[in-house]
């Protein structure tokens, strides 16, 4: 018997849409403020997150330089980034500027990276007593009756183990870093080798994830869709999905 997995909640609202922020946005360039507001406005680019639009009348008129056309760029403490910025005939009145253009953003007084966090996904780390094997290339990578289930909206569910779960013979330290809106940075992430070659970058940790996922900070997920996952003895049929 297969079980299958593929089925986790998916996106909410189309692209294009377009919703008021809850939320006091600010954003720092070369370690000044550039951006203060708590008028911004979501618009969906993609269907799993939005991007913020800041009204021009909340960004520092200092910072901005005029690019030419719709676009705009910005300066601030020594720092510059031509094309930085973009205005949107869809959303007079607002800049939609690249996230990498600035060196942190917040919501309140919390720093968020990646991207904006949706308002329609909700993220929750769960204890359970279901028993999770991962294998790969019939090597056991993984067993534990004590995980930790991340469940996240438009993604498939996520196993984190203790570390004295892992067979560590075939797991690789690697230098890789990753972010996430909801999880925060990771700590660490590790390759896997097998008779059959190496596959890189298979399996990640939070050491200081957010307070909403504490439960999860040390323990180690795998990415579902390239490892083979048992559960209570039933295995799952790999997830498709571009997002990890």
Aim: hydrophobic share 40%; with cysteine; glycine share 8%.
């Amino acid at each position: 018997m297969t079980a299958t997995r593929s089925a986790f909640p998916g996106p909410l609202v189309p692209v294009g849409h377009v919703e008021p922020v809850p939320r006091r946005i600010r954003a720092r360039l070369g370690g000044r403020w550039v951006l203060d507001t708590i008028d911004a406005l979501y618009r969906w680019e993609h269907p799993r997150y939005p991007q913020f639009h800041i009204p021009e009348a909340d960004i520092d008129p200092e910072a901005l330089v005029d690019d030419g056309g719709d676009r705009v760029g910005l300066r601030a403490g020594g720092v510059e980034h031509r094309g930085a910025g973009r205005r949107h005939p869809e959303v007079p009145g607002t800049i939609r500027f690249a996230w990498s253009a600035l060196d942190a953003w917040f919501e309140e007084d919390e720093e968020v990276f990646v991207h904006p966090r949706s308002p329609y996904v909700r993220v929750d780390a769960l204890r359970s007593s279901r028993t999770v094997r991962v294998e790969l290339d019939g090597l056991v990578l993984a067993e534990s009756s004590s995980p930790v289930l991340v469940f996240e909206t438009g993604l498939p569910t996520r196993w984190y183990v203790d570390r004295t779960a892992l067979d560590l013979a075939h797991l690789r330290p690697s230098a890789t870093q990753t972010a996430c809106p909801y999880k925060g940075r990771t700590s660490a992430w590790w390759s896997v080798e097998t008779p059959a070659g190496t596959y890189p970058d298979l399996a990640w940790s939070y050491g200081f994830p957010t307070s909403a996922l504490a439960p999860i900070a040390g323990l180690v997920a795998f990415f579902d869709e390239k490892v083979d996952v048992v559960v209570d003895g039933v295995r799952q049929e790999r997830p498709v999905t571009h997002f990890s």
